[in-house]
């Protein structure tokens, strides 16, 4: 029989470990903002070449029926952009088709992330322990690279409210966005399109460098 004192000592050292272990979150989104990022940005290059051969100044109903309503992977804010650039190039937006001059239907063919690594090196191993789960074992990478990539594909068929005839066909149209992490024995390196340098260093929780360029004035 193991003594009492061992027993204790077993059990103190377990907690410890799990302690160790520990990831306290605020919030658990589906996604991280990252990835929200990396959708909305590629919605947004997508949509700025939407550019129909349709007369300025038409009342157009954007009709999103054929358009995948899902909200994780920020639908809703590519209509809406869809919508901002009609507007933009001189349109007017109307609620309903009976007041409409011309009806825009969207269509979306991919608004998604895709991803890639990687690892030269040794991978991380998950090692089980008895009494405190799972660890892992320290990650040896001598070249790492972890790429990802947004994607989207829209469609918008523009045609006479009253009559039905085509107008324009605008699309298929791709936005891509990108984020890629690199290092090479510990020195490390990003390539993104998300963000300008100031917003990267404030998602990061760093001093962005117009900040530092002024105090250094």
Partial sequence: ???????????????????????????????????????????????AQIKPNVPQGNSVYVDSSEFTDDAEYKTKYAVAQIQSQLLADGYKLVGSADKADTIAEVSNGALSVDQADTLFGIPSIPIPIPLTG??????LALYKKARRTGVAKFGVAFYNAKTGDMQDIVGPVYGFSHYDRSSII????????????DQEARMAGETPP????????
């Avoid at 990831?23 to 919605?43: D, F, G, K, N, Y």
């Avoid at 799972?134 to 990650?139: A, D, I, R, Y």
């Avoid at 117009?210 to 004035?217: C, K, L």
């Fill in 210 to 217: 117009s900040s530092q360029a002024s105090h250094s004035d």
């Fill in 186 to 197: 510990g020195i490390s390196w990003k390539h993104q399109n998300l963000l300008t340098p």
């Fill in 1 to 47: 029989m193991p003594s009492k004192a061992l027993v204790t000592g077993t059990l103190v050292c377990a907690c410890l470990t799990v302690a160790g272990c520990t990831t306290v979150r605020e919030t658990q989104p589906t996604q991280t903002a990252r990835e929200q990022l990396m959708l909305s940005t590629a919605a947004d290059l997508a949509s």
């Fill in 134 to 139: 799972t660890v892992k074992t320290p990650e």
